[in-house]
Protein backbone atom coordinates (compact mmCIF):
# COMPACT_ATOMS: atom_id res chain seq x y z
CA UNK A 1 0.00 0.00 0.00
CA UNK A 2 1.38 3.15 -0.64
CA UNK A 3 3.09 5.25 1.85
CA UNK A 4 0.76 8.39 1.55
CA UNK A 5 -2.24 6.09 1.88
CA UNK A 6 -1.17 4.95 4.92
CA UNK A 7 -0.19 8.29 6.16
CA UNK A 8 -4.05 9.97 5.30
CA UNK A 9 -5.05 7.32 7.07
CA UNK A 10 -3.31 7.48 9.99
CA UNK A 11 -4.17 11.15 9.95
CA UNK A 12 -7.79 10.36 9.46
CA UNK A 13 -7.56 8.12 12.61
CA UNK A 14 -5.71 10.47 15.11
CA UNK A 15 -8.26 13.18 14.17
CA UNK A 16 -11.35 11.05 14.57
CA UNK A 17 -9.96 10.00 18.18
CA UNK A 18 -9.52 13.68 19.13
CA UNK A 19 -12.92 14.22 18.22
CA UNK A 20 -14.05 12.14 20.13
CA UNK A 21 -12.79 13.36 22.81
CA UNK A 22 -14.11 16.84 21.87
CA UNK A 23 -17.53 15.47 21.13
CA UNK A 24 -18.82 12.10 22.50
CA UNK A 25 -20.40 11.93 25.54
CA UNK A 26 -21.54 8.24 26.50
CA UNK A 27 -23.66 10.01 29.11
CA UNK A 28 -25.59 11.98 26.39
CA UNK A 29 -25.67 15.40 27.73
CA UNK A 30 -25.86 18.08 25.85
CA UNK A 31 -22.51 18.98 26.87
CA UNK A 32 -19.53 16.82 25.75
CA UNK A 33 -18.69 15.28 29.10
CA UNK A 34 -21.42 16.81 31.00
CA UNK A 35 -24.04 14.85 33.04
CA UNK A 36 -27.89 15.04 34.24
CA UNK A 37 -28.40 16.00 38.23
CA UNK A 38 -29.93 12.70 38.41
CA UNK A 39 -26.57 11.25 37.17
CA UNK A 40 -24.47 13.49 39.41
CA UNK A 41 -26.89 12.47 42.33
CA UNK A 42 -26.29 8.56 41.12
CA UNK A 43 -22.41 9.13 41.04
CA UNK A 44 -22.27 10.62 44.20
CA UNK A 45 -24.31 7.91 45.98
CA UNK A 46 -21.76 5.41 44.84
CA UNK A 47 -19.20 7.78 45.94
CA UNK A 48 -20.58 7.48 49.37
CA UNK A 49 -20.63 4.05 49.82
CA UNK A 50 -17.28 3.60 47.91
CA UNK A 51 -16.13 5.78 51.13
CA UNK A 52 -17.73 4.04 53.09
CA UNK A 53 -16.24 0.40 51.61
CA UNK A 54 -13.32 1.90 52.42
CA UNK A 55 -13.95 3.04 56.54
CA UNK A 56 -14.37 6.48 55.28
CA UNK A 57 -17.41 7.10 57.38
CA UNK A 58 -18.85 10.71 57.81
CA UNK A 59 -17.87 12.52 61.24
CA UNK A 60 -20.48 12.03 64.30
CA UNK A 61 -23.68 13.66 63.62
CA UNK A 62 -23.39 14.33 59.62
CA UNK A 63 -25.17 11.60 57.23
CA UNK A 64 -25.39 11.65 53.51
CA UNK A 65 -28.08 13.80 51.83
CA UNK A 66 -30.61 12.15 50.06
CA UNK A 67 -31.25 14.69 48.15
CA UNK A 68 -31.18 18.72 46.81
CA UNK A 69 -27.18 18.11 45.82
CA UNK A 70 -27.30 18.78 42.39
CA UNK A 71 -29.99 21.67 40.85
CA UNK A 72 -31.54 20.34 37.84
CA UNK A 73 -32.07 23.80 36.27
CA UNK A 74 -30.70 27.79 37.26
CA UNK A 75 -32.61 30.24 38.56
CA UNK A 76 -33.56 31.65 35.43
CA UNK A 77 -34.80 27.79 34.66
CA UNK A 78 -32.25 26.51 32.14
CA UNK A 79 -31.01 23.43 32.43
CA UNK A 80 -28.14 22.59 34.59
CA UNK A 81 -25.39 19.90 33.12
CA UNK A 82 -22.51 19.33 35.40
CA UNK A 83 -18.90 18.01 34.73
CA UNK A 84 -17.71 14.73 34.71
CA UNK A 85 -16.76 13.26 38.42
CA UNK A 86 -19.10 16.05 40.03
CA UNK A 87 -20.33 13.23 42.04
CA UNK A 88 -17.85 11.89 43.68
CA UNK A 89 -16.14 15.15 43.86
CA UNK A 90 -19.14 16.54 45.80
CA UNK A 91 -19.51 13.55 47.99
CA UNK A 92 -15.57 13.35 48.73
CA UNK A 93 -15.64 16.52 49.78
CA UNK A 94 -18.80 15.96 51.99
CA UNK A 95 -17.13 13.57 53.93
CA UNK A 96 -14.24 15.76 53.82
CA UNK A 97 -16.00 18.58 55.37
CA UNK A 98 -17.30 16.79 57.95
CA UNK A 99 -14.22 16.14 59.36
CA UNK A 100 -12.72 19.35 58.72
CA UNK A 101 -16.18 20.59 61.07
CA UNK A 102 -15.50 18.59 63.14
CA UNK A 103 -11.75 19.34 63.76
CA UNK A 104 -12.32 22.87 64.11
CA UNK A 105 -14.73 22.53 67.18
CA UNK A 106 -14.27 24.55 69.88
CA UNK A 107 -15.23 22.59 72.78
CA UNK A 108 -13.92 19.19 71.01
CA UNK A 109 -11.92 17.32 73.37
CA UNK A 110 -8.48 16.79 72.56
CA UNK A 111 -8.59 12.94 71.70
CA UNK A 112 -11.53 13.27 69.15
CA UNK A 113 -9.66 16.39 68.06
CA UNK A 114 -6.79 14.41 67.08
CA UNK A 115 -9.07 11.51 65.79
CA UNK A 116 -10.57 13.95 63.46
CA UNK A 117 -7.35 15.48 61.84
CA UNK A 118 -6.70 11.77 61.74
CA UNK A 119 -9.83 11.09 59.55
CA UNK A 120 -8.80 14.78 57.20
CA UNK A 121 -5.04 12.93 56.35
CA UNK A 122 -7.38 10.28 54.76
CA UNK A 123 -8.29 13.10 51.42
CA UNK A 124 -5.43 11.34 50.06
CA UNK A 125 -6.92 7.76 49.67
CA UNK A 126 -10.42 9.76 47.95
CA UNK A 127 -10.84 10.04 44.06
CA UNK A 128 -11.33 13.99 44.22
CA UNK A 129 -7.55 14.63 45.72
CA UNK A 130 -6.48 11.95 43.29
CA UNK A 131 -7.85 14.50 40.27
CA UNK A 132 -6.58 17.57 41.85
CA UNK A 133 -4.29 19.26 39.43
CA UNK A 134 -0.77 19.37 41.22
CA UNK A 135 -0.96 22.91 42.52
CA UNK A 136 -4.88 22.36 44.30
CA UNK A 137 -3.49 19.07 45.39
CA UNK A 138 -0.02 21.07 47.38
CA UNK A 139 -2.75 22.91 48.69
CA UNK A 140 -4.22 20.86 50.71
CA UNK A 141 -1.49 19.19 51.61
CA UNK A 142 -0.23 21.98 53.39
CA UNK A 143 -4.01 22.85 54.78
CA UNK A 144 -3.99 19.02 56.38
CA UNK A 145 -0.38 19.11 57.13
CA UNK A 146 -0.61 22.27 59.44
CA UNK A 147 -3.59 21.31 61.16
CA UNK A 148 -1.92 17.87 62.47
CA UNK A 149 0.79 20.17 63.51
CA UNK A 150 -1.92 22.22 65.76
CA UNK A 151 -2.12 24.85 63.31
CA UNK A 152 -6.37 24.77 62.78
CA UNK A 153 -6.45 28.06 61.36
CA UNK A 154 -6.32 27.79 57.90
CA UNK A 155 -8.49 24.58 58.17
CA UNK A 156 -11.10 26.95 60.31
CA UNK A 157 -10.87 29.22 57.23
CA UNK A 158 -11.79 26.76 54.64
CA UNK A 159 -14.44 25.13 56.45
CA UNK A 160 -15.80 28.73 57.03
CA UNK A 161 -15.96 29.01 53.48
CA UNK A 162 -16.68 25.85 51.93
CA UNK A 163 -18.33 23.99 54.49
CA UNK A 164 -21.79 22.23 52.98
CA UNK A 165 -24.87 21.58 55.47
CA UNK A 166 -24.66 18.71 57.59
CA UNK B 1 12.98 -7.61 -0.87
CA UNK B 2 14.35 -4.07 0.47
CA UNK B 3 11.28 -1.90 1.35
CA UNK B 4 10.20 1.31 -0.83
CA UNK B 5 12.42 4.38 0.94
CA UNK B 6 9.27 6.34 1.50
CA UNK B 7 7.65 3.90 3.35
CA UNK B 8 11.19 3.01 5.33
CA UNK B 9 13.15 4.38 8.27
CA UNK B 10 16.80 3.84 8.30
CA UNK B 11 18.83 2.62 11.77
CA UNK B 12 21.79 3.21 12.98
CA UNK B 13 22.77 -0.50 12.31
CA UNK B 14 21.31 0.41 8.60
CA UNK B 15 18.47 -2.43 8.69
CA UNK B 16 14.83 -0.94 7.60
CA UNK B 17 12.05 -0.20 10.18
CA UNK B 18 8.42 -0.01 8.35
CA UNK B 19 6.80 3.28 9.62
CA UNK B 20 4.07 1.09 11.07
CA UNK B 21 7.07 -0.34 13.05
CA UNK B 22 7.61 2.59 14.26
CA UNK B 23 4.37 3.34 14.91
CA UNK B 24 3.69 0.42 16.73
CA UNK B 25 6.85 0.79 18.90
CA UNK B 26 5.59 4.13 20.05
CA UNK B 27 2.51 2.79 21.11
CA UNK B 28 4.32 -0.05 23.00
CA UNK B 29 6.34 2.92 24.57
CA UNK B 30 2.99 4.58 25.73
CA UNK B 31 1.57 1.81 26.92
CA UNK B 32 4.17 1.19 29.20
CA UNK B 33 4.84 4.89 30.25
CA UNK B 34 1.00 5.41 31.07
CA UNK B 35 1.39 2.15 32.82
CA UNK B 36 4.45 3.24 35.15
CA UNK B 37 2.87 6.57 35.62
CA UNK B 38 -0.82 5.14 37.09
CA UNK B 39 1.44 2.75 38.61
CA UNK B 40 3.17 6.62 40.21
CA UNK B 41 0.06 7.43 40.88
CA UNK B 42 -1.02 5.15 43.25
CA UNK B 43 2.44 5.37 45.26
CA UNK B 44 3.24 7.47 48.03
CA UNK B 45 2.93 11.33 47.79
CA UNK B 46 5.85 12.10 45.58
CA UNK B 47 6.02 9.52 43.76
CA UNK B 48 2.18 10.88 43.25
CA UNK B 49 3.32 13.92 42.30
CA UNK B 50 5.22 12.16 39.88
CA UNK B 51 2.46 10.15 37.87
CA UNK B 52 0.49 13.11 37.83
CA UNK B 53 2.98 15.28 35.89
CA UNK B 54 2.93 15.90 32.20
CA UNK B 55 6.40 17.50 30.98
CA UNK B 56 8.33 14.44 32.31
CA UNK B 57 5.80 11.80 30.08
CA UNK B 58 5.54 14.19 26.81
CA UNK B 59 9.34 14.57 26.78
CA UNK B 60 9.33 10.79 26.99
CA UNK B 61 7.49 11.25 23.94
CA UNK B 62 9.04 13.65 22.37
CA UNK B 63 12.45 11.91 22.58
CA UNK B 64 10.74 8.78 21.50
CA UNK B 65 9.59 10.81 18.02
CA UNK B 66 12.67 12.64 17.83
CA UNK B 67 14.84 9.54 17.55
CA UNK B 68 12.36 8.16 14.85
CA UNK B 69 12.17 11.52 12.62
CA UNK B 70 16.66 11.56 12.87
CA UNK B 71 16.07 7.65 11.40
CA UNK B 72 13.88 8.71 9.05
CA UNK B 73 15.51 8.60 5.11
CA UNK B 74 11.75 8.61 3.68
CA UNK B 75 9.55 11.41 2.49
CA UNK B 76 6.88 12.93 4.82
CA UNK B 77 9.13 12.97 7.97
CA UNK B 78 7.72 15.88 9.80
CA UNK B 79 3.69 14.07 9.42
CA UNK B 80 5.18 10.94 10.59
CA UNK B 81 7.04 12.07 13.34
CA UNK B 82 3.30 13.25 14.25
CA UNK B 83 2.04 10.37 13.65
CA UNK B 84 4.62 8.46 15.77
CA UNK B 85 3.48 11.35 18.66
CA UNK B 86 -0.24 10.31 18.33
CA UNK B 87 0.33 6.53 18.72
CA UNK B 88 2.96 7.69 21.77
CA UNK B 89 0.13 9.82 23.61
CA UNK B 90 -3.04 8.17 23.09
CA UNK B 91 -1.08 4.76 24.13
CA UNK B 92 0.12 6.56 27.31
CA UNK B 93 -3.29 7.87 27.67
CA UNK B 94 -5.09 4.26 27.15
CA UNK B 95 -2.93 2.60 29.76
CA UNK B 96 -3.17 5.66 32.21
CA UNK B 97 -6.63 5.85 32.51
CA UNK B 98 -7.49 1.66 32.09
CA UNK B 99 -5.17 0.91 34.61
CA UNK B 100 -6.83 3.86 36.94
CA UNK B 101 -10.34 2.30 36.05
CA UNK B 102 -9.09 -0.94 37.41
CA UNK B 103 -7.25 0.27 40.49
CA UNK B 104 -9.76 2.32 41.92
CA UNK B 105 -12.64 0.46 40.56
CA UNK B 106 -13.86 3.46 38.76
CA UNK B 107 -16.82 3.21 35.85
CA UNK B 108 -15.98 3.22 32.83
CA UNK B 109 -17.85 5.97 31.77
CA UNK B 110 -16.27 8.36 34.75
CA UNK B 111 -13.34 7.27 33.28
CA UNK B 112 -13.95 8.38 29.72
CA UNK B 113 -15.71 11.83 31.18
CA UNK B 114 -11.86 12.29 32.69
CA UNK B 115 -9.71 11.25 29.64
CA UNK B 116 -11.82 12.86 26.83
CA UNK B 117 -10.55 16.58 26.90
CA UNK B 118 -6.49 14.82 26.98
CA UNK B 119 -7.73 12.56 24.04
CA UNK B 120 -8.84 15.67 22.77
CA UNK B 121 -5.86 17.64 22.82
CA UNK B 122 -3.34 14.64 21.54
CA UNK B 123 -4.36 16.02 18.15
CA UNK B 124 -2.43 19.70 18.83
CA UNK B 125 -0.07 17.79 20.82
CA UNK B 126 1.31 15.89 18.39
CA UNK B 127 1.14 17.89 15.83
CA UNK B 128 3.94 20.57 17.95
CA UNK B 129 5.74 17.29 19.13
CA UNK B 130 6.33 15.96 15.55
CA UNK B 131 6.85 19.12 14.13
CA UNK B 132 8.97 20.59 16.81
CA UNK B 133 11.03 17.48 17.04
CA UNK B 134 11.81 17.48 13.14
CA UNK B 135 12.57 20.91 13.30
CA UNK B 136 14.72 20.15 16.02
CA UNK B 137 16.73 18.05 13.53
CA UNK B 138 17.98 20.84 11.52
CA UNK B 139 21.63 22.43 12.22
CA UNK B 140 20.89 25.74 12.74
CA UNK B 141 19.09 28.40 15.43
CA UNK B 142 15.59 27.17 14.62
CA UNK B 143 16.97 23.65 15.24
CA UNK B 144 18.70 24.75 18.06
CA UNK B 145 16.05 26.52 19.64
CA UNK B 146 13.43 23.66 18.99
CA UNK B 147 15.73 21.22 20.36
CA UNK B 148 15.66 23.01 23.79
CA UNK B 149 11.85 23.54 24.06
CA UNK B 150 11.34 20.08 25.90
CA UNK B 151 13.70 21.31 28.66
CA UNK B 152 12.00 24.49 28.75
CA UNK B 153 8.69 23.32 28.95
CA UNK B 154 10.17 21.21 31.67
CA UNK B 155 11.43 23.25 33.90
CA UNK B 156 8.43 24.88 35.87
CA UNK B 157 7.79 21.20 37.31
CA UNK B 158 11.25 21.09 38.05
CA UNK B 159 11.31 24.54 39.89
CA UNK B 160 7.79 23.59 41.41
CA UNK B 161 8.84 20.38 42.71
CA UNK B 162 12.37 21.47 44.28
CA UNK B 163 10.15 24.26 45.95
CA UNK B 164 8.12 21.35 47.80
CA UNK B 165 11.73 19.78 49.19
CA UNK B 166 14.61 17.56 48.60
CA UNK B 167 11.98 14.40 48.44
CA UNK B 168 9.85 15.87 45.32
CA UNK B 169 13.05 17.42 43.98
CA UNK B 170 14.96 13.95 43.74
CA UNK B 171 11.70 11.56 42.73
CA UNK B 172 9.49 14.65 40.10
CA UNK B 173 12.21 17.48 39.46
CA UNK B 174 15.22 14.45 38.87
CA UNK B 175 13.57 12.48 35.68
CA UNK B 176 12.43 15.53 34.69
CA UNK B 177 14.92 17.43 34.20
CA UNK B 178 16.91 14.84 32.75
CA UNK B 179 13.89 13.81 30.37
CA UNK B 180 14.47 17.67 29.16
CA UNK B 181 18.10 17.31 28.49
CA UNK B 182 17.52 14.16 27.10
CA UNK B 183 17.40 15.65 23.38
CA UNK B 184 20.38 17.83 24.16
CA UNK B 185 22.87 15.29 25.60
CA UNK B 186 21.49 12.76 22.53
CA UNK B 187 22.25 15.54 19.99
CA UNK B 188 25.43 16.39 21.53
CA UNK B 189 27.39 15.68 18.52
CA UNK B 190 25.53 18.64 17.10
CA UNK B 191 27.83 22.68 17.70
CA UNK B 192 24.57 24.14 19.26
CA UNK B 193 24.40 27.48 20.49
CA UNK B 194 24.61 27.14 24.06
CA UNK B 195 23.46 30.69 24.80
CA UNK B 196 20.31 30.01 22.54
CA UNK B 197 19.64 26.83 23.86
CA UNK B 198 19.49 28.34 27.58
CA UNK B 199 17.22 31.27 26.14
CA UNK B 200 14.97 29.17 24.72
CA UNK B 201 14.68 27.02 27.13
CA UNK B 202 13.81 29.72 30.00
CA UNK B 203 11.53 31.52 27.08
CA UNK B 204 9.57 28.28 26.95
CA UNK B 205 9.46 27.80 30.37
CA UNK B 206 8.08 30.97 31.16
CA UNK B 207 5.55 30.74 28.06
CA UNK B 208 4.53 27.55 30.27
CA UNK B 209 4.62 27.90 33.48
CA UNK B 210 2.12 31.00 32.67
CA UNK B 211 0.20 29.43 30.53
CA UNK B 212 -0.03 25.84 32.76
CA UNK B 213 -2.58 26.51 35.06
CA UNK B 214 -4.99 28.00 32.11
CA UNK B 215 -4.83 25.07 30.25
CA UNK B 216 -4.22 22.06 32.78
CA UNK B 217 -7.10 23.72 34.29
CA UNK B 218 -9.31 23.34 31.40
CA UNK B 219 -7.68 19.69 31.21
CA UNK B 220 -8.68 18.88 34.36
CA UNK B 221 -12.44 20.47 34.24
CA UNK B 222 -11.84 22.83 36.41
CA UNK B 223 -11.89 25.72 33.86
CA UNK B 224 -14.66 28.30 33.16
CA UNK B 225 -17.82 27.04 32.68
CA UNK B 226 -18.82 26.41 29.08
Redesign the interface.
Known amino acids: M???V??AF??TV??A??????L????GGG???R?TAAAAMT?YR?EAR?LEARGLVLAPGWRWPVAGVFADSDPDGAPMAW???SG?QRADLYWFYSWANRAVTHDLPPEARQAALAQLARV?ET?YY??????T??QL?AEVATALRGDLARLRADVRANRPAP | MSRPASATLERDDGRGLSAGRAVAQAAVAGLAMGAVAQLCSQGGEAARELGASTAVWVTVGFVLTWLTARAWTGRDRAAWACVIAAGYLFAWLLAYHALFAILDHVPNSAVWGEAQRFVAAVAPACLILGLVATASLRDSIVGDICLAVPLGWSLPEVVLAARDGWTYALVVGVPTLLAGLAPLLLARDRRGRVSTVVIAALATGLVVYLLSSTVLGVLNGYGPAT
Open positions: PSRVLAVIAISAAGLWSPATAGSEQSGPGARTQRLIPDRRD
